[in-house]
């Protein structure tokens, strides 16, 4: 069982930046794929960034240019580092790691953008 603890989020004025933590109780090494999702109220959970096979990075395309997921394996750790924030932006971002072809997530963190 792998338990996954997000932090970083909070609010934060359009243009300003944020970088998203997600710490996992076990390793990440042989990860299937990474990433992180956003869920708007009375919207759908979409994907925002991923990291596949170690390699493969997606982006969705609203986030292109601004948002940049990476990993630590080291400390176990998948960010997100949010750029250029904007009002759209907001929702709850939670953390997903696959391990084992097997989906966890995390509880989530809030991200507000407004002035």
């Known amino acids: 069982q792998v338990q996954l603890v997000e932090s970083g989020g909070g609010l934060v004025q359009p243009g300003g930046s944020l970088r998203l933590s997600c710490a996992a109780s076990?390793?990440?090494?042989?990860?299937?794929?990474m990433g992180w999702y956003r869920q708007a109220p009375g919207k759908q959970r979409d994907m925002v960034a991923r990291?596949?096979?170690?390699?493969?990075?997606n982006y969705a395309d609203s986030v292109k240019g601004r948002f940049t997921i990476s990993r630590d394996n080291a400390k176990n750790t998948v960010y997100l580092q949010m750029n250029d924030l904007k009002p759209e932006d907001t929702a709850v971002y939670y953390c997903?790691?696959?391990?084992?072809?097997?989906?966890?997530w995390g509880q989530g963190t809030q991200v507000t953008v407004s002035s």
């Open positions: 997903n790691i696959i391990i084992n072809y097997i989906n966890y």
């Open positions: 076990g390793s990440i090494f042989r990860a299937n794929a």
């Open positions: 990291i596949a096979s170690g390699i493969t990075t």
